[in-house]
Each structure stands twice: as structure tokens, then as C-alpha cells.
């Protein structure tokens, strides 16, 4: 059976949190499409590559490399997804898994606009910048102790704007997705919310 549930929003807002507790719960596969954004900013930042180079010859493999998750991979992520040709690089890719059998989760900017304009299910999950950045900041700060809060919100809010202004798939809320504001919800109130309107969308 093909189900496709398309999770989007900013930064550290919870979608990861929330797609991997919806794909646990209804048993569906699930693909976080910003690691395949951070793989090709990782290449371009590590090995000098060129972009939609980089995006065109993207293995499975790359995404499980370590230190995709640095603030440094991220800002490089955000600078290579401005670009047409990577994006299109990565579309077949993601729609291929977004209808393979059993039913899927996708997460990321443009999968309930773009990607999967036709999910059976959208959700917008969003939260306040400060929320955000406090959330990514406990994160990255075990790694990195020296990072500061104000550091962390720097970098969130230039990625929201490269996300929000770019011509090419910008962030934004697809009509006929729910919006969840996760800023004053418990991780379980989110969840909660997340897999009943999926729910009700089956
Ligand atoms: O979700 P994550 O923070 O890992 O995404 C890293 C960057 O990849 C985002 O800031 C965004 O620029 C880009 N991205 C995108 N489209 C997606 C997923 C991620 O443009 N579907």
C-alpha cells in the first residue's frame, strides 16, 4: 500500500523527533532529506567539489557519514540547496523512497509542496527561533562546549532566511498541511498531535 506522510518546517523545530515517532508507530519507512543536502555540503566543504556534482553522484552511503550533524555541515546544507540543479539532482531519489511499498515519512522543507505535493498526510511543525535555537544548542553544545546560545541562534536565523527567501522550493507551510507549534508542547503533546491527524488522514 503507498502512504506518504510529509513532515516540514525551520530548523530544530522537532520534525526529526516527530518523524521518527509517526514512522515507529504506523510502521512506515523513514528518510530525513536534509541529510542528503548535508552530504553534498559536506563534500563541497570537505573535498572541494563542485555542487550539483557533488548532488548527482550521492550515494545511500553518504548519509550515514559521520559529523553530518556540525553547525558548520548545516550552513554548507542550506548554501548548496539554493541551487536548482542540486535540488533537482535529489528529487528521484526522494520520490522514489516517498512511494515504495509499506508507506513512508519524509522530512524536510519542500516534500509537502514539492517533493510529494499528493502526501496523503502534511504536517507544518514550527516553534519560536528562540526555542529552536535553545533546543539545537543543548545538542551541539556536549559536542561543542565553547558554542554560545547566541552563536547557535546566528546561525538558525540566517538558515531560516536562506530557506524561507530562495526562489527554487522555498520553506513554506503547503495549504492543506496541519501546522503544529511545538514551542510550549511536551515531545509526547507533539507526537500526540502528529499521529492522530495522520491517523485521520488514513
Ligand atoms: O533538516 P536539516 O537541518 O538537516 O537540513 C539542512 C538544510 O538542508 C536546510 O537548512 C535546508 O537548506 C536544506 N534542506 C532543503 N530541503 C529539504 C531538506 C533540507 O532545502 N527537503
Redesign the pocket.
Known sequence: MRFTVAI?GP??AG??TISKAVAAYFDLGHL???????AV?RKVLDAGMDPVQAAKTLMAEDLNAEGLRTAAV?QA??KV??IADV?AALVDF?RAFATRSGGAVL?????GTV?CPRAEAKLYVTARAEVRAHRRWLELSEKDPSLTLEQVLADVEA?DA??RDRIE?P?VAADDALVIDTSDLAISEAVAKAVAHVQSCK
Open positions: 516540514d530548523a530544530a520534525k526529526g530525513d532529506t536534509g541529510l542528503l543536502y548535508r555540503g548545516a546544507a542550506s540547496a539554493v535540488r526522494q522530512d524536510g522543507r519542500d516534500i517533493i538558515r536562506r530557506d522550493a520553506l
